[in-house]
């Protein structure tokens, strides 16, 4: 069985991460490189760990986060797929266990708004930590007078955390958002899609989806 560790520290997948941002970066779009997926492997695999499933399932959430933007390198259209395939050749070179594969591929093939489905609770973990991860360090535009819709909500972002309850019922994605930077309704026009889709996630995790901004419980 192979480990997060291996993947992490695999020069191949670190060649596709940094070029797939290249072509994100090309195309002008946040922030998908390595603090990204770096953050996105440690919040589901820490979703799952404090749900109690086994090391083995927080192990495939780990690298399912660490290798589900890879498909970037090809297009940004249907990412999810490509990285899927892109996933199962780099995995099955390293020898991992095919149940395994098969796991981690379908959450990285699942994880994308439009064809997005919590199919199993990595797929489930991974789509939460993933769609959770709005930041101002994500923008790359240094003017903010060119900012688009999406340059804005995200550097309006001072916190964001994402929390299970201590009886393990909810999961909250809490915010705080500058709002004269953007209103709270800018992050709803660009992120309803998504939050939608973290409700459906963690309903698969027999959870309850809360989303909390300035204090304020919206969702």
Known sequence: ???????????????????????????GYTEHSFPHVARVAR??????????????????????GYLHDIGNVVNRI???????????????????????IATIVSAIGNHDESTAVAVNPVAA??????????????????????????????YAVEQSVLRISEDKTAITLDLTIDTSIAPVMYYFEIFIGRMSLCKKAAHKLNLWFHLVINEQVLL
């Open 43 to 64: 919040e589901a695999g820490s979703i799952l760990s404090i749900l109690g499933y086994s090391q083995r399932e927080v192990e495939m959430a780990k690298i399912a």
């Open 125 to 154: 973990a991974l789509i939460l930590a993933d769609k959770s991860d709005v930041r101002r360090s994500r923008v790359r535009n240094p003017n903010q007078a060119t900012f688009d819709i999406h340059d804005r909500v995200n």
């Open 78 to 100: 249907d990412h999810a797929q490509s990285g899927a395939v892109m996933a199962f050749r780099i995995l099955d070179h390293m020898g991992a266990d095919p149940e395994e």
């Open 1 to 27: 069985m192979i480990s997060f560790d291996s993947v992490q520290s695999n020069p191949e997948i670190q060649t596709y991460i940094k070029k797939s941002d290249e072509n994100l970066i090309a195309l």
